[in-house]
């Protein structure tokens, strides 16, 4: 019982001395969580993949009443905003090439005619296809506008596609997004943090130091590895906090859960970050290295796409990648409201990892040679 | 030319900085001095002097606060590169890209100062052949050993002939044998290219070499002149105390500067004692501390009045350096009367590095309160073999033992047992003092009151200030935290791998203070040092070069086997690794 | 001789930083190897584009009616319609994640249908809002081919009425590939990467290690010490850029509209710029660590998040596209996309060259100073 009460005095030491160099001046404590915060409100705003804003450039060769209405109709959403009202084809190019325009509609001369006389009425529609997903998005918008045009004209068969959205009613992006950065924008830092604590401590010498005290390599390893956890879980709080009560989306599962998972998501990354750390000579090496892997593991985690979308083979590696792992298990428990059986199968490469990593780290403090 | 007779010239030039507690700090405090040309000139003072303000300030890296400075008729804070053209510097740590090579360092700077290739070729092949560095050009710099650093450094410096070379304490934490390499070549260059040079330094031997001394304390001017005549300020108060047979000198010693209001200085040294009185000094007190010593007057030396200069201004601004004051616990073994049992035991110790032999069979005991010395040349081994006894480097082959156990595989808590104070500072320099130490008491499982009391009596002990920032402590005090870090587990044997290296003589007297009232108290000392002296205090000492041990014994034993017993302890040193080279050379020569 | 004298200096100080960053491996592996990582995840492993989603189509009519109507989601290239009968089955295809939607076709559609109200029911997985919106955009259109058709067909008999047909073109990505934007902002990615990860280390790195103090008192001038710690970085974005363009081009069929000359110079404008920002980070901060987590917070993360590299900066708030118009990388992002695949806009080339040739001076000039020959 002493020798116990001994031990976890020695480590808890260490977790004092680590969190002491952590949060100590106002600096340091700035840049770990300021940025957090001012990530979370930059990205909450200007991450979205929704459809807020389309200017449009109409050349109206008809002149007609169908034409009017139309226009009407889009005009009528919000969304589509008209930039300019050409007179001549020629000038629709410099319209979309200079970007004021997402798009350009152009009535032919005969577009009434045709509908009144009840031929096909074509509808000449020019995206600016630079950026594709937004282009795709404006081109479903106008195609439902005109396929209600067409109904209110009883010119298609009444067919109602009620859409109903579980989780997000609105299919708002940022519902998506801003869960998922929950948990990665905590990676980036505490994977940075946990990665230069040991090459610090090596470069300014005062590893050997520590490698003389009685601490075993279990200890210097609790001690490197909970600070960095504390720092990563705080961060995922303020970004949760933010998008709780700032963007208000709405929480529907367990907080218990959610930070299980989380623990064992910051776990897994500490000990990639103490993994690097052991193994980098330099604070220079262990900061490029651990770029190098964030990079990829952000990129093929689903934060920006669905994994779905990629090939077989990545697919098959984003199963050593934490964070894919991470953000399903918080989105799903956020807005899914998943319970624990739910989300079991994310825990898994999660503990994996964690479990490969720690160890691996210990054994590098002692067993890495300078 | 009316500039040509001096180089350096100010006049209540001042330079301040912003304190640690928001104030300002005068590093430089009114000082007025001029510098005369071709001459070698000595800036000499402790931690804290003001020396490397000063030598920015020269080179055109600070701008004096107030009075003027002019560098070879230049006013330097106005035209800075017009100076910087013609001048050259070496920092203390001087900046060698350690990723480049020698001869990619050297080419890099004789770039920058625009040596032409004729010219280059010439140059290159003296420095190379004056630092003995040719062997290694094309090695990266971060590989070489610290003194061959050094000597790379100064080449680089000297890769053209400036108008003024300034040296900024360029022996700091270098071997006797490099350090009379490094003065070789300046040396050289002064007589045959007639430099201008200034050099700070703490060392009083090199001071004496030189044409001119200023002695600074804490930003002022404490007196200029040639070495002669500063010496004379001690004239008659300097003897040298012989002790009784069977006290060891440093005893007597301890007792000598134990009493600062009668003796301005003692150091033990030759099996003697070389000590200073102060000028009033109360005869009947000085018979007392003297009494069962043989004392006979000796010539005065610079250091004496140095030493002298400073306790006087010390005494004058603030409180003498932190009093010592040591724990008298009995180590465990000494009472049951088995002190002589070795508590630390090397055979045939090997540590390889590939093909390299940092360390090739070494032997040696360490009984109980013993201080033993490990000496060498920088690359002898002597960090290796340190590094290895506290368990920090796996051994190749042989066996090793302390307290009976190998560190590096014995379990945490036989780390306990030992205190261990790195080369360079290795604590947390963006921590207090008292995080600091509370921290290492705690993974040397100090807990509650007991630690709380350990870390007050530390910090009395070693006069440290426990609410400062230990990054920002000057390089004494840096020193004296680590020596409370490692003392606060009370451990039973210490490591010292060169503690002194880069402190100023005062911090050094503190410091070896501790030292023999800890080896008093029961307490093993293993510690290495560059500074040929302080092997003085040490019971025995090993003296290693190229991974061998080429001396083992007490300091007499190793006089007498450089030749002569009464030699100082520089001398024998570099005496004994020459024969040993020789040695060496004419073996493989044979083979 | 002053000219010499630079020159030299210039060549010496290159020749020294070049040698520095060949010799440690990481500067290599994060300078070369991860943009080569980079080009192959983006241009094979992302896709924003929705292809073969996955609809569970709950039949629980089956009438001729019901299978007519749900006919066109066969044809849809970006639909892979999962054909099930009843809601259970269904919902539980998406509980297993081996469907994204439902379809449900009510038992009684073909009766409403024939009444003139028909009804289906779109159930959405909500959480991947993208893959939502773009499954509600495809069934909505494959549905609408055979009604218009059915329509047009019945629109010849005299109670029917004329439709409205969208003829669309898309401009400059006609096939709506991703890859076709992506990869060229990739470049901006992997320029901007240089910059905050490589470059912004250099300067904190000689103050870290007390180099430049004895750099400082030789006769280099502050300016040379910036161009020299440029140049070898220069030559690996160089490298990477035309592995970027080679890649476009050969690898992913990337459109290249624009001249090359012009690609190319602008690239290295923004190179510049990016190089210069890293490198005054460097010396502002005068520590390798502060010094990193400013440029990716301050640098690369916004020119991944908001540069309009996979975010359409018209949907943001004005605060935010006031501060993405502040970053150098949003006004090249708009460039090399439209050089790629727009072409030679000339108005937009000079706009873009003109704000990144001041963002290269004002660094410079910048830079230069936090190198100026003082220690205190």
């Avoid at chain 1, 109709?73 to 300019?84: N, P, S, W, Y």
């Avoid at chain 2, 002190?339 to 630390?344: L, N």
């Avoid at chain 3, 900066?313 to 150098?328: D, E, G, H, T, Y």
């Amino acid at each position: 019982m002493q020798a116990l009460a001994d031990y976890l005095a020695r480590t808890l030491a260490l977790v004092r001395k680590e969190l002491l160099a952590l949060l100590k001046d106002r600096s340091s404590r700035m840049l770990l969580f300021a940025p957090a915060l001012m990530q979370t409100l930059l990205f909450g705003y200007g991450a979205t993949y929704d459809l807020t804003y389309v200017p449009y450039a109409v050349l109206d060769q008809s002149g007609g009443a169908a034409a009017t209405e139309l226009l009407a109709r889009l005009d009528g959403t919000g969304v589509f905003k008209r930039a300019a009202t050409l007179t001549g084809s020629g000038q629709i190019a410099g319209m979309i090439e200079s970007g004021d325009a997402l798009l350009a509609i152009d009535f032919p001369a005969d577009f009434d005619a045709r509908l009144a006389s009840r031929q096909q009425a074509p509808l000449q529609v020019i995206l600016d296809g630079r950026n594709s997903s937004t282009a795709a998005l404006a081109s479903a918008y106008i195609a439902s506008i005109v396929a209600a045009y067409n109904q209110s004209r009883g010119a298609a068969p009444a067919l109602a596609v009620v859409r109903r959205a579980w989780f997000n009613p609105n299919l708002e992006s940022r519902w998506n997004l801003m869960p998922a950065l929950i948990a990665s924008l905590s990676m980036l830092q505490t994977l940075m943090l946990a990665a230069l604590s040991v090459a610090r401590e090596r470069e300014q010498g005062t590893f050997d130091q520590l490698l003389v005290t009685p601490l075993t390599p279990l200890q210097i390893l609790i001690g490197k590895a909970l600070p960095a956890i504390f720092v990563g879980l705080i961060q995922s709080t303020i970004v949760f906090l933010v998008i709780l009560f700032w963007f208000k989306i709405p929480f529907s599962g367990s907080v218990w859960l959610l930070y299980l998972g989380l623990l064992v998501f910051t776990a897994a990354s500490v000990g990639i970050g103490l993994s690097v750390s052991a193994l980098s000579l330099t604070m220079q090496q262990a900061m490029l290295y651990t770029f190098m892997l964030v990079m990829p593991l952000i990129l093929l985690s689903g934060l920006l796409t669905a994994v779905g979308n990629m090939p077989r083979i990545l697919q098959l590696a984003t199963y050593a990648n934490p964070l894919r792992f991470a953000i399903d298990l918080v989105r799903r428990v956020y807005l899914e409201g998943a319970g624990f059986s739910d989300v079991a199968l994310d825990f898994v490469p999660l503990l994996g990892v964690a479990a490969v990593t720690l160890p691996l780290a210990a054994w590098l403090f002692r067993n890495r040679l300078a | 030319m009316n500039g040509a007779a001096a180089t350096v010239v100010l006049e209540e030039t001042r330079k301040t900085f912003a304190g640690p507690d928001g104030g300002t700090v005068a590093a430089v405090d009114g000082i007025t001095m001029t510098i005369r040309a071709g001459e070698l000139t000595a800036l000499v003072g402790p931690d804290g002097a003001g020396k490397t303000t000063l030598m920015r300030m020269f080179a055109g890296l600070l701008r004096p606060d107030a009075g003027s400075l002019h560098v070879l008729g230049t006013d330097v804070a106005a035209a800075p590169q017009r100076v910087q053209d013609r001048i050259s510097y070496m920092p203390q740590r001087f900046g060698l890209y350690e990723d480049l090579s020698v001869q990619e360092n050297l080419d890099l700077y004789a770039d920058l100062h625009g040596v032409p290739q004729d010219q280059r070729r010439e140059r290159f092949a003296r420095m190379l052949e004056m630092t003995d560095l040719a062997r290694f050009t094309g090695r990266p710099a971060g590989k070489l050993s610290g003194g061959m650093k050094q000597k790379l450094g100064l080449a680089c410096t000297l890769v053209r002939s400036p108008d003024l070379l300034l040296l900024d304490e360029p022996s700091v934490g270098v071997d006797p044998l490099s350090r009379r390499d490094l003065w070789q070549i300046v040396r050289q260059l002064i007589d045959q290219e007639q430099l201008s040079v200034i050099v700070s330094t703490a060392y009083m031997d090199e001071a004496e070499r030189c044409a001119r001394v200023f002695v600074m304390n804490k930003g002022r001017l404490l007196a200029e002149g040639a070495p002669d005549d500063l010496r004379k300020q001690a004239r008659g108060l300097t003897f040298t105390a012989t002790p009784p047979d069977g006290t060891p000198a440093r005893t007597l010693q301890a007792r000598l500067i134990d009493a600062p209001d009668q003796i301005i200085d003692a150091v033990p040294k030759g099996g003697n004692v070389r000590l200073t009185r102060q000028p009033d000094a109360n005869p009947a007190r000085l018979d007392a501390l003297l009494h069962d010593a043989v004392v006979e007057p000796r010539p005065e030396e610079l250091e004496d009045a140095f030493m002298m200069l400073l306790r006087r201004h010390e005494d004058r601004t603030a409180a003498p350096a932190a009093p010592v004051a040591v724990r008298a616990r009995p180590a465990p073994g000494t009472a049951n009367g088995s002190s002589d049992k070795p508590i630390i035991v090397v055979r045939d110790l090997v540590r390889k590095f590939g093909d390299f032999t940092a360390v090739a069979s070494t032997s040696f005991d360490v009984v109980r309160g013993e201080i033993f010395g490990l000496l060498g040349p920088n690359g002898a081994g002597k960090t290796t073999t340190f590094r290895m006894l506290c368990g920090l480097l796996p051994a190749t082959s042989g066996h090793l033992e302390v307290a009976g156990l190998n560190l590096r595989t014995a379990r945490a808590k036989a780390r306990g047992r030992i205190g261990y104070v790195a080369q360079k500072f290795a604590l947390y320099g963006d921590l207090t003092v008292r995080d600091n130490l509370e921290f290492f008491g705690g993974a040397y499982g100090l807990r509650g009151q007991a630690l709380k009391a350990r870390v007050t009596a530390s910090l009395t002990q070693f006069g440290l200030e426990p609410s400062a920032q230990s990054g920002l402590l000057p390089a004494g005090y840096k020193q004296r935290l680590a020596m409370a870090t490692g003392l606060l587990h009370e451990p039973d044997i210490l490591f010292l791998d060169e503690p002194t290296s880069g402190i100023d003589p005062l911090a050094r007297r503190a410091f070896w203070r501790t030292i023999t009232a800890l080896a008093e108290g029961g307490v093993t000392i293993i510690i290495t040092t560059h500074f040929m002296e302080e092997a003085e205090y040490c019971d025995r000492i090993a003296i290693q070069d190229a991974g061998r041990v080429l001396a083992l014994g007490t300091p007499h034993q190793v006089r007498e086997q450089a030749g002569d017993a009464a030699m100082d302890m520089d001398s024998a040193f570099i005496a004994i690794v020459e024969q040993g080279r020789a040695r060496h050379n004419h073996r493989e020569a044979a083979a | 001789m002053s000219r010499s004298g630079f020159a030299t200096r210039l060549v010496a100080l290159i020749r020294k930083e070049t040698r520095q960053m060949l010799r440690d491996r990481s500067n290599l592996v994060v300078g070369l190897l991860l943009p080569v990582g980079l080009i192959l995840i983006f241009g094979f492993g992302i896709s924003f584009d929705v292809k073969d989603a996955r609809v569970a189509v709950a039949m629980e009519d089956s009438s001729p009616i019901a299978r007519d109507t749900v006919a066109g989601l066969r044809g849809s290239p970006y639909l892979a319609p999962v054909w099930v009968r009843s809601m259970t089955e269904a919902e539980r295809l998406v509980r297993a994640g081996k469907a994204d939607a439902i379809l449900r076709v009510p038992g009684d559609f073909s009766r409403h249908m024939a009444a003139g109200h028909g009804q289906l029911q779109l159930l959405l997985n909500g959480v991947d809002s993208n893959t939502a919106a773009a499954i509600e955009g495809y069934v909505n259109g494959a549905l609408a081919v055979p009604l218009q058709q059915r329509g047009d067909r019945a629109g010849n008999k005299p109670a029917g009425a004329a439709s409205v047909v969208i003829v669309q073109r898309t401009w400059f990505n006609e096939a709506s590939e991703s890859t076709w934007y992506v990869v060229p902002g990739l470049i901006v990615l992997v320029m901007t990467m240089i910059g905050a990860f490589l470059t912004s280390l250099l300067i904190a790195r000689e103050w870290e290690r007390g180099t430049l103090e004895s750099l400082f008192v030789t006769p280099v001038r502050p300016l040379e010490l910036v161009i020299a710690k440029l140049t070898p970085y220069l030559v690996v974005g160089i490298i990477d850029l035309t592995m970027c363009v080679v890649a476009a081009r050969l690898l992913f069929q990337v459109p290249i509209r624009g001249s090359l000359p012009v690609i190319i110079g602008a690239s290295l404008l923004y190179l510049m710029v990016s190089l210069l920002l890293g490198l005054f980070i460097s010396g502002t901060t005068r520590s390798q660590f502060t010094a990193s987590q400013v440029a990716l917070l301050t640098s690369f993360l916004p020119a991944m998040m908001l540069s309009g590299f996979v975010f359409d900066l018209r949907n943001v708030p004005i605060v935010i596209q006031v501060i993405s118009q502040l970053l150098p990388a949003t006004h090249f992002m708009g460039l090399i996309k439209t050089l790629f695949m727009a072409g030679d806009y000339w108005p937009d080339i000079l706009r873009t060259c003109g704000i990144l040739t001041i963002y290269a001076l004002v660094l410079v000039v910048a830079t230069r100073r936090t190198l100026r020959k003082k220690l205190d």
